[in-house]
C-alpha cells in the first residue's frame, strides 16, 4: 500500500501577503512611530489629561507604562552580557598585567 502526499505548489504562501517594501523593518518602526503620534494626539484633542484621562488616554497610559517597564527589565542583562563577554579569553592573558588577566584564566590568586 503506497501513500501520496501533495504539496501545494506555493508552499507555505497562503493568506495575505505584504508587499515587500511594507515588510521591512525600518517601515515597520515608522508606521508604528506614525500610529503612535496620531493616537497621542487624538488622546490629547479628546480632553484626556493624565489627572482625568478617558478611554484612549488610559489605554495609552497602559500600554506605554508596560513598554518602559519592559525595556528597564531588558537593561540588566543587556549590561551583564557585556560586561561578561568583555572580559579577557585565556588567549590574551599573558599578555595583560596585573591580577585581573591572570585571574580571569583561573591562575591561583596572590599571596
Known amino acids: 500500500m503506497t501513500t501520496q502526499t501533495s504539496t501545494p505548489s506555493s ?7 505584504l508587499p515587500r517594501w511594507a515588510a521591512s523593518f525600518g517601515f515597520q518602526i515608522i508606521a508604528a512611530l506614525v500610529v503612535g503620534l496620531g493616537l497621542g494626539l ?3 484633542y479628546t ?3 493624565k489627572a482625568n484621562p478617558n478611554a ?16 528597564q527589565t531588558a537593561v540588566v542583562p543587556l549590561i551583564f552580557t557585556a560586561v561578561v563577554s568583555s572580559s579577557p579569553t585565556c588567549a590574551r592573558c599573558p599578555t ?5 588577566g591572570t585571574r580571569s584564566c583561573g591562575s591561583p590568586s596572590r599571596p
Not at 11 to 17: D, E, R, W
Open 56 to 71: 484612549l488616554g488610559a489605554t495609552l497610559q497602559t500600554i506605554g507604562s508596560s513598554y518602559v517597564s519592559l525595556l
Open 42 to 44: 487624538l488622546a490629547k
Open 96 to 100: 595583560l598585567p596585573g591580577w585581573h
Open 11 to 17: 508552499a507555505g504562501k497562503t493568506g495575505f501577503q
Open 47 to 49: 480632553g484626556s489629561t
